[in-house]
């Protein structure tokens, strides 16, 4: 990934709309940067939900079949980015932890996943915990005018896409 001059044009001209000229795009990428570093050391350190020691994986893994019961490993893949390998993993930590069941879909093809009793604790603990994360996203969101959002979500849309550019390279 090169940060070309267009691509930072892009940034400081989405940073400008959003900031005005109080940040430009190398502060906001520097800003990012540390974001993502705080956010892979939060993501090797496992976390305590309910009774249930998790990992980040885990947790999305969770997340996603909570929110999706009789979701299938294949589109778990998909939502989260990894490979079914990592997928495969995951599904069988959690199984093995208790938090999820796996039911043969009907044409027996695949298995469809759904949280356990446990696993409906665990992911209702995990909610309360972003709670007010959330809720302070939420009041800030609540507050943006409808050309600062649409910035903002340009900027997340171009972020992500030369972050997929990324992946895709190596």
């Keep these: 990934f090169v940060l070309t ?86 599904v069988k930590k959690l199984a093995e932890k208790g938090l999820i069941e796996r039911t043969p879909s009907a044409d027996g093809r695949v298995a469809q996943l759904r949280l356990s009793q446990r696993g409906q604790r665990v992911f209702a603990a995990h909610h309360r915990m972003h709670e007010p994360m959330l809720e302070g996203i939420q009041q800030l969101s609540d507050q943006l005018s409808p050309e600062t959002a649409a910035a903002l979500e340009q900027l997340v849309n171009l972020l992500e896409t030369h972050l997929n550019q990324i992946t895709q390279e190596e």
């Design 5 to 90: 001059r267009e691509r930072v044009g892009n940034y400081n001209s989405l940073t400008t709309k959003l900031y005005g000229d109080c940040m430009d795009a190398e502060v906001f990428l520097e800003r990012c940067y540390r974001l993502m570093n705080l956010y892979q050391a939060a993501q090797k350190q496992p976390r305590i939900y309910d009774d249930a020691v998790l990992y980040a994986a885990e947790v999305h893994a969770l997340e996603l079949i909570g929110a999706q019961p009789d979701v299938t490993g294949g589109e778990l893949a998909k939502r989260l980015a990894i490979s079914k390998g990592a997928v495969s993993q995951t």
